[in-house]
Each structure stands twice: as structure tokens, then as C-alpha cells.
């Protein structure tokens, strides 16, 4: 996956969507992603789903893995 691409997927996110990209791409957990985006786990873990579907990712490792190749590009 090239960087222009991930950028393209990047803007269907939406705003939510992103930060929690973010906050899982740095390894946080699904609590710690709630905690800090005041919002509920259950709300967090629809928004996980929701992103590896968009970036055809099946985990938080491969995510990161993704996003780093990107950036490298």
C-alpha cells in the first residue's frame, strides 16, 4: 500500500475514525483509546472495525505496519 493510497483511504475516515487510527497505531489499547477520546469502549472497538475494514487490515499490528510503510514511501 503506497502512501497516496493510504492517504486516499485516510480521507474516507472520518474525523472520530482517525484519531482513533491513531491511537491504536501507537498501541493503545481500546480502554486507553475510550479513556482519552471520552468516549465508550464498545463505541471505540465499532470504530476499530470500521477502520481495518476501510484499510483492509485484519490488526492493530498490521495497521501500524502499514501506516509506517506509507510514511517510509
Known amino acids: 500500500m503506497t ?3 493510504i492517504a486516499s483511504v485516510e480521507q ?3 474525523t472520530r475514525e482517525y484519531e482513533v487510527m491513531r491511537l ?3 498501541g493503545l489499547p481500546n480502554k486507553l483509546c475510550a479513556y482519552q477520546l471520552g468516549i465508550s469502549q464498545r463505541t471505540v472497538e465499532a470504530h ?3 477502520i481495518f475494514k ?3 487490515v485484519r490488526n492493530a499490528t498490521e495497521l501500524a505496519y502499514k ?7
Open 3 to 5: 502512501q497516496s493510497h
Open 12 to 14: 474516507t475516515l472520518t
Open 24 to 26: 491504536i497505531a501507537q
Open 48 to 50: 476499530r472495525a470500521r
Open 54 to 56: 476501510k484499510l483492509a
Open 67 to 73: 501506516l509506517s510503510q506509507a510514511q517510509n514511501d
